[in-house]
């Protein structure tokens, strides 16, 4: 009995230890965080973006928390190696794997100080120019998915003219201090919210257990079967004569009358939602395709071997002319297929066709294509432009003739890579992972 005790005791106090809260010297507070949902996640393999995703917004939670009583977007320099170690700590006691973090660079993408374009507090970002529009378009509730898609173009917008040309890193840490000066402005529940929308992640904090109140009214009473009247099925039908006083013809012309009024209203209910529908798809992509263009306007881009050329849009007619009706796959992903594709001026393209774009994924789609038309490198692919047609989602990259290395390691008919091209591939693509990090 008494082993029994001390463990109890034991497990009680290895809880409360666990508790998310003010870590050690740490000013940043993860308390309420979902951390559970944060380790089921990141200990599935499959779901390594979307662990960063979770870890950035539960990190910019506790900076945009700070930031409410500081008005700084981040803790001091010297805090900062404290804070980064009592983070990981937390997560790993809550079952975060460590490498998730390393694989995440906490520390580097995920800061916990941001500094946009020499701005450190909440004032100066919010006196920024254009933060107003971020700061109109993003009002709670954002759980909405127009009001979230709404925020979020506002955001991307407000930082094109902020930071310009500048690298994925200053955009990332700019996107993640534009959350922190909105968020501080409201309570723990809106700093949630607006992380849901920014970051894409659903069911970050945890949800308190109310209990319900037995006396408390029910929302949806049902009806006592004493109120309905007491009477017969042909008085309840108003308007239908009893059938005794009238011939039989009569009645079947009025049950043909009521059943084809009835087909015709339901028909007219199903035209109405399939126009609205319909409406609605085209309105949607219209707004994608302008939101896209605005957010990455023509402008030149440098070029492996063709020379300069401009980032355009491409029409949806040209596009499947040019692939042959979609005929000429050279590639298959689990991200969509891969065709190859001669427009009528000669111009030669590998053109990726997107998987089904959901609409909660459109903004990304836009993010996507604004960071790959930022990544100008000789051993990177470069991408020439877009093709946006209701719901079909097109991205035009510069043609590989000799083909894919896959090809030349595995395909029977290829002659054999020397060892020397194989280490100078290497060195290659080393370059340009690390050029995109």
Same mark, same amino acid.
């Given at each position: 009995?008494?082993?029994? $005790?001390?463990? &109890?005791?034991?497990?009680?106090?290895?809880?409360?230890?666990?508790?998310?809260?003010?870590?050690?010297?740490?000013?940043?507070?993860?308390?309420?965080?979902?951390?559970?949902?944060?380790? +089921?996640?990141?200990?599935?393999?499959?779901?390594?973006?979307?662990?960063?995703? %979770?870890?950035?917004? =539960?990190?910019?939670?506790? &900076?945009?928390?700070?930031?409410?009583?500081?008005? *700084?977007?981040?803790?001091? +320099?010297?805090?900062?190696?404290?804070?980064?170690?009592?983070?990981?700590?937390?997560?790993?006691?809550?079952?975060?794997? +460590? *490498?998730?973090?390393?694989?995440?660079?906490? /520390?580097?993408?995920?800061?916990?100080?941001?500094?946009?374009?020499?701005?450190?507090?909440?004032?100066?970002?919010?006196?920024?120019?254009?933060?107003?529009?971020?700061?109109?378009?993003?009002?709670?509730?954002?759980?909405?998915?127009?009001?979230?898609?709404?925020?979020?173009?506002?955001?991307?917008?407000?930082?094109?003219?902020?930071?310009?040309?500048?690298?994925?890193?200053?955009?990332?840490?700019?996107?993640?201090?534009?959350?922190?000066?909105?968020?501080?402005?409201?309570?723990?529940?809106?700093?949630?919210?607006?992380?849901?929308? =920014?970051?894409?992640?659903?069911?970050?904090?945890?949800?308190?257990?109310?209990?319900?109140?037995?006396?408390?009214?029910?929302?949806?009473?049902?009806?006592?079967?004493?109120?309905?009247?007491?009477?017969?099925?042909?008085?309840?039908?108003?308007?239908?004569?009893?059938?005794?006083?009238?011939?039989?013809?009569?009645?079947?012309?009025?049950?043909?009358?009521?059943?084809?009024?009835?087909?015709?209203?339901?028909?007219?209910?199903?035209?109405?939602?399939?126009?609205?529908?319909?409406?609605?798809?085209?309105?949607?992509?219209?707004?994608?395709?302008?939101?896209?263009?605005?957010? =990455?306007?023509?402008?030149?881009?440098?070029?492996?071997?063709?020379?300069?050329?401009?980032?355009?849009? =491409?029409? %949806?007619?040209?596009?499947? #002319?040019?692939?042959? *009706?979609?005929?000429?796959?050279? /590639?298959?992903?689990?991200? /969509?297929?891969?065709?190859?594709?001669?427009?009528?001026? $000669?111009?030669?393209?590998?053109?990726?066709?997107? *998987?089904?774009?959901?609409?909660?994924?459109?903004?990304?789609?836009?993010?996507?294509?604004?960071?790959?038309?930022?990544?100008?490198?000789?051993?990177?692919?470069?991408?020439?432009?877009?093709? &946006?047609?209701?719901?079909?989602?097109?991205?035009?990259?510069?043609?590989?003739?000799?083909?894919?290395?896959?090809?030349?390691?595995?395909?029977?008919?290829?002659?054999?890579?020397?060892?020397?091209? #194989?280490?100078?591939?290497?060195?290659?693509?080393?370059?340009?992972?690390?050029?995109?990090?």
């Amino acid at each position: 009995m008494l082993a029994s $005790g001390v463990a &109890v005791v034991v497990c009680i106090l290895v809880f409360l230890e666990m508790r998310p809260k003010v870590m050690g010297n740490c000013p940043l507070d993860l308390s309420g965080s979902n951390l559970t949902l944060l380790s +089921s996640t990141c200990s599935n393999k499959g779901d390594r973006g979307k662990c960063c995703r %979770y870890i950035n917004a =539960f990190v910019a939670v506790s &900076v945009a928390r700070y930031a409410n009583m500081s008005s *700084n977007l981040g803790v001091p +320099s010297g805090l900062s190696d404290i804070c980064l170690h009592s983070v990981s700590e937390t997560l790993e006691l809550y079952g975060v794997p +460590s *490498n998730a973090t390393v694989f995440c660079a906490l /520390g580097t993408k995920i800061p916990v100080t941001y500094e946009c374009m020499g701005r450190i507090t909440v004032m100066q970002m919010l006196e920024s120019p254009n933060f107003e529009d971020v700061t109109e378009n993003c009002k709670l509730p954002l759980s909405e998915e127009s009001s979230c898609r709404r925020c979020m173009n506002a955001s991307i917008l407000y930082l094109h003219h902020l930071i310009g040309a500048e690298d994925n890193m200053t955009l990332s840490t700019c996107r993640d201090a534009t959350f922190a000066a909105l968020a501080s402005q409201g309570d723990n529940v809106s700093t949630f919210e607006i992380a849901t929308c =920014f970051f894409g992640v659903q069911e970050l904090n945890v949800h308190p257990v109310v209990a319900s109140d037995p006396s408390s009214p029910s929302l949806t009473p049902e009806a006592s079967p004493s109120s309905l009247p007491d009477a017969s099925p042909s008085q309840l039908l108003v308007g239908i004569p009893s059938e005794e006083h009238h011939h039989p013809y009569h009645l079947t012309v009025i049950r043909v009358g009521i059943a084809v009024t009835a087909v015709s209203v339901f028909l007219l209910i199903i035209l109405i939602f399939l126009i609205h529908r319909k409406s609605r798809e085209l309105g949607d992509s219209e707004n994608l395709d302008k939101t896209c263009w605005n957010v =990455f306007p023509p402008q030149p881009i440098q070029k492996g071997q063709d020379g300069p050329s401009t980032f355009q849009k =491409f029409s %949806y007619k040209e596009t499947k #002319r040019a692939t042959y *009706n979609f005929s000429t796959t050279i /590639g298959q992903g689990g991200f /969509g297929t891969v065709y190859k594709a001669q427009f009528s001026d $000669g111009f030669v393209a590998a053109v990726k066709r997107m *998987n089904k774009v959901s609409e909660q994924g459109e903004d990304e789609f836009c993010r996507e294509m604004e960071l790959l038309g930022r990544l100008h490198h000789r051993h990177l692919v470069s991408l020439r432009g877009f093709c &946006v047609e209701k719901h079909e989602r097109f991205l035009i990259y510069e043609y590989m003739e000799n083909g894919s290395l896959k090809d030349h390691l595995h395909s029977t008919g290829k002659t054999p890579l020397s060892w020397l091209t #194989r280490i100078q591939i290497a060195i290659d693509v080393a370059n340009a992972l690390g050029y995109q990090v």
